[in-house]
T-cell receptor
Framework: EADIYQTPRYLVIGTGKKITLECSQTMGHDKMYWYQQDPGMELHLIHYSYGVNSTEKGDLSSESTVSRIRTEHFPLTLESARPSHTSQYLC?????????????FGEGSRLTVL | GESVGLHLPTLSVQEGDNSIINCAYSNSASDYFIWYKQESGKGPQFIIDIRSNMDKRQGQRVTVLLNKTVKHLSLQIAATQPGDSAVYFCAEIPPNDYKLSFGAGTTVTVRA
């Protein structure tokens, strides 16, 4: 079982609130990712990180921001949430080297903005 | 067994039958492919992977087939069980990259 954790699992908030979704992994992985997924739909990469102090935007444009101050921690922040941000956010990590590109996923954070 | 020739968003399978899930990938130069299983309310979990220098790879009750000529990937599940009910995604890694690009999922429902 993967050692990657997301909190909160579920969050319901009002429009305009600032929220931070937490993601931590204990595997020492350098690469970390945030995907956005609507119910039953495919995953879209919104942010990724090669390592500490590295962050890049993914394929899907997102108003969220991320930071990578520590290897194990990759939080995602929305400064002012809107109903269009309602979705599931999945955090993942992978090894920096190795023969596989396997991603280990957290359980996800399901965000509902009213 | 039950199969689809092209990707379909849903697949209904009788328990005990074999399942075949199809996926078309986009980049002919991609050299690594993974199948993920996502159960309701959970994050995706790795099932099996295959590199572009292989045509077939077998795991426990699962087999992945790669046809590079038509950019097609399939996942075969033998003796499908109720616990196999989930959404299945294929993913590819283009060359000189490490980020996975996910395809549209297939929702598999196992009938008792």
């Amino acid at each position: 079982e993967a050692d990657i954790y997301q909190t909160p699992r579920y969050l319901v908030i009002g429009t305009g609130k600032k929220i931070t979704l937490e993601c931590s992994q204990t595997m020492g992985h350098d690469k970390m990712y945030w995907y956005q997924q609507d119910p039953g739909m495919e995953l879209h990469l919104i942010h990724y990180s090669y390592g500490v102090n590295s962050t890049e935007k993914g394929d899907l444009s997102s108003e969220s921001t991320v930071s990578r101050i520590r290897t194990e921690h990759f939080p995602l922040t929305l400064e002012s949430a809107r109903p269009s941000h309602t979705s599931q956010y999945l955090c993942a990590s992978s090894e920096s080297t190795g023969s596989t590109g396997e991603l280990f996923f957290g359980e996800g954070s399901r965000l509902t903005v009213l | 067994g039950e199969s689809v020739g092209l990707h379909l968003p849903t697949l209904s399978v009788q328990e005990g039958d074999n399942s075949i899930i199809n996926c078309a990938y986009s980049n002919s130069a991609s050299d690594y492919f993974i199948w993920y299983k996502q159960e309701s309310g959970k994050g995706p979990q790795f099932i099996i992977d295959i590199r572009s220098n292989m045509d077939k790879r077998q795991g426990q009750r699962v087999t992945v087939l790669l046809n590079k000529t038509v950019k097609h990937l399939s996942l075969q599940i033998a003796a499908t069980q109720p616990g196999d009910s989930a959404v299945y995604f294929c993913a590819e890694i283009p060359p000189n990259d490490y980020k996975l690009s996910f395809g549209a999922g297939t929702t598999v429902t196992v009938r008792a």
